[in-house]
């Protein structure tokens, strides 16, 4: 018991004494390395060419699994958060991870908070986090100009596209209207 009192005393004057150096105040801006679609050789820590045999010890535990219909590829699922799922293509043939699709599927004051969840839970860096929630001029202005910038009013969205100059990597940003045309969802496809 003495213990347990010393010890919950330490964590009350640690908490006390960084909460006097932190300023909440403040805005953070995220300072990002990534400013071409060649920066895009890793996403959420995934290498360009990992193996799909690793992708647990990158993301974690997947929730479920499924082979396309053409069965040319496996799908992984990471779904541990509902409102924010990570899906992942492996190709048959070679065993290398092709795409990477996250989705924040949230909205309002849910949706930052959702960002936010994703970024913990898959140790997602915060530059790329960080493009969650950018409206499409700002991802343009971060990325430059990009291959093909689509409009679907149809179906209210935007689709900012760009492709590398060798052609191993495609990035697709996608803006709801319906989440104040924000960017909630982000592919990013490695060809070898």
Known sequence: ?????????????SVISCAGTMQDDEPTEVVCEKSSVNDFEEFMNVPYGLSEVKIDSVL???TGGEY???????VYYFKRLPTAPVTVWSNIKTGK????????????????????ALADEFNMKSCEAAFFGMQAEEIIAQLGKPDKDV????K????????SKDLRIALNFRCYDAQDKQCSAISVNWFY
């Open 60 to 62: 974690g535990v997947f």
């Open 97 to 116: 991870i092709e795409t990477i699709y996250v989705e924040v599927l949230s909205m309002k004051d849910q949706f930052k908070k959702d960002v936010i």
């Open 156 to 163: 209210g969205f935007r689709s900012i596209y760009y492709d």
């Open 68 to 74: 396309t219909p053409d069965s040319t590829a496996f």
């Open 1 to 13: 018991m003495k213990y347990k009192l010393i010890f919950g005393l330490l964590v009350v004057i």
């Open 151 to 154: 409009r679907n009013d149809d």
